[in-house]
């Protein structure tokens, strides 16, 4: 008998089997992205009178993203999302309106660290459950929060919100101006930063297994995959995310109001991924860009009625809109990944 001997693949271990080139090439850059990343540069000098409405964008962008890690990747449907927006909004107000520091980015860390926690602290009872359960689980959530704030009004200021809120200069340098220049260099340069993040995290392997989990959750416990493991980080991630997203409209806007734990602010981000597109990330960006722009022009042209030509529009955009605003540019994608693949 010829005696069996371990052939290379079988000393190097099932991790030298794993291909790793398809996710290198989805985290290339594409010049679409490129063109994409120069239109917050290009807002500066064609709208410099709108920068306010430049830098909600920026903001609603990054509660969108957060949104997208839960919903788009993980799977997790929520109506509660706003409770981490809004416990990171309250977190940077009272570090700088009871503490007395006022401190951008350390607002920032103080905010994402105390919105973790709470994502943290609710994951068991939100994924528990499945599906519908799930949601009313997330509402649930959000409304013990909002009432919790109400009921609190010696520290949040309850209806007439948190005031005294005050930014020292950004970097030591560049303070927070009536025109809003610092802010919203500062909201797009954090809207970078997240994005470049949560883009590492859903090109990984973790990232990958979210996806798998999205598709077919009962499968991954045979390829050895915790499914609870993976689905509570991604959602405390995402609620650090979300936090920071509050952060950042507290600190622009230096004023906290009860309604960022409110249900429609949960309800209104989940319709911006939707007609971005989930499970995206630039879903999320665009998503956010032709909402709130949307917002803007219809309140002006009709101030009673705009809700029901934005709920026209919005419609007609995810009827033939497939897979969001995003599925319009799948052709494009797909003839790119051609090309790249020939290469």
Do not use: C
Not at 104 to 111: M, S, W
């Amino acid at each position: 008998m010829t005696p069996l001997t371990p052939t290379s693949s079988d000393r190097a271990g099932p991790a030298a089997t794993v291909d790793l080139a398809p996710l290198r090439r989805a985290a290339r850059p594409r010049a679409l992205e490129f063109a994409f990343w120069l239109l917050p540069v290009a807002a500066w000098f064609l709208f410099p009178e709108n920068l306010a409405l430049l830098t909600q964008i920026a903001i609603t962008a990054v509660f969108a993203l957060s949104l997208d890690l839960v919903l788009g990747y993980a799977g997790i449907v929520t109506l509660g999302h706003a409770a981490f927006f809004g416990v990171g909004a309250y977190a940077a107000g009272m570090l700088s309106a009871k503490l007395g520091i006022g401190d951008p980015l350390l607002g920032l860390v103080f905010a994402a660290a105390v919105s973790a926690l709470a994502g943290a602290i609710t994951s068991p009872f939100v994924l528990r459950g499945t599906g519908l359960t799930r949601l009313m689980v997330t509402i649930g959530i959000g409304m013990m929060l909002f009432e919790a704030a109400n009921k609190a009004n010696d520290f949040t200021g309850g209806v007439d919100g948190l005031q005294g809120i005050e930014m020292t200069p950004l970097l030591g340098l560049w303070s927070f101006d009536l025109w809003g220049k610092t802010a919203y260099v500062y909201a797009v340069a954090v809207l970078f930063v997240v994005f470049l993040v949560a883009r590492h995290v859903v090109g990984s392997p973790f990232g990958l297994s979210l996806r798998a989990i999205h598709m077919n959750a009962a499968r991954m416990p045979a390829l050895g995959v915790s499914v609870d493991a993976r689905l509570t980080a991604a959602w405390i991630a995402a609620a650090a995310i979300a936090g920071i997203a509050g952060a950042l409209l507290t600190q622009t806007t230096q004023f906290v109001s009860i309604d960022v734990l409110g249900f429609g602010r949960s309800a209104e981000i989940l319709l911006i991924l939707i007609l971005g597109g989930a499970g995206r990330l630039y879903g999320a960006l665009v998503g956010a860009i032709v909402f709130v722009t949307l917002h803007h022009l219809l309140a002006d042209v009709d101030p009673e009625y705009w809700q029901l030509w934005i709920g026209l529009v919005l419609i007609g955009i995810v009827l033939f809109a497939r897979n969001g605003l995003m599925g319009v540019v799948d052709p494009f994608e797909r003839l790119l990944a051609r090309k790249e693949t020939k290469r």
